[in-house]
Nanobody, 122 residues
């Protein structure tokens, strides 16, 4: 597999939407557990959403009902649709993978993308 790459990100006003994508890593095509994390400077990285090989998704409470994770195994794309964005969603977002595991079983991931910045202004 190749490193995880996250095109997308950017700046938006509160209430707006952004879509992040993680493409060409090989982990999504391989049907492994994949997910999204975010990190604010000075704070620990936190899990946002993950999705297993069967398409079952888990979300952090802070994003439930606003974010949707999806995977396109054939095209090797992992996406995160973010709606109703809030200033507190501002962070560096990372896609991640749990190679060799088809179930997610929590937030233990071992492969990370380089991150993409999301800024939400009030």
């Amino acid at each position: 597999q190749v490193p995880l790459v996250e095109p997308g990100g950017g700046s938006v006003q509160a209430g707006g939407s952004l879509r992040l994508s993680c493409v060409g890593s090989g982990y999504t095509r391989s049907a492994y557990c994949v997910g999204w994390f975010r990190q604010i400077p000075g704070k620990e990285r936190e899990g946002v959403a993950n999705i297993d090989s069967a398409g079952r998704a888990t979300y952090a409470d802070s994003v439930k009902g606003r974010f949707t994770i999806s995977r396109d195994n054939g095209n090797d794309i992992l996406s995160l649709q973010m709606n109703s964005l809030k200033p507190e969603d501002t962070a560096m977002y990372y896609c991640a993978a749990r190679p060799l595991y088809y179930l997610c079983d929590g937030w233990t991931f071992t492969k990370w993308g380089q991150g993409t910045q999301v800024n939400v202004s009030s």
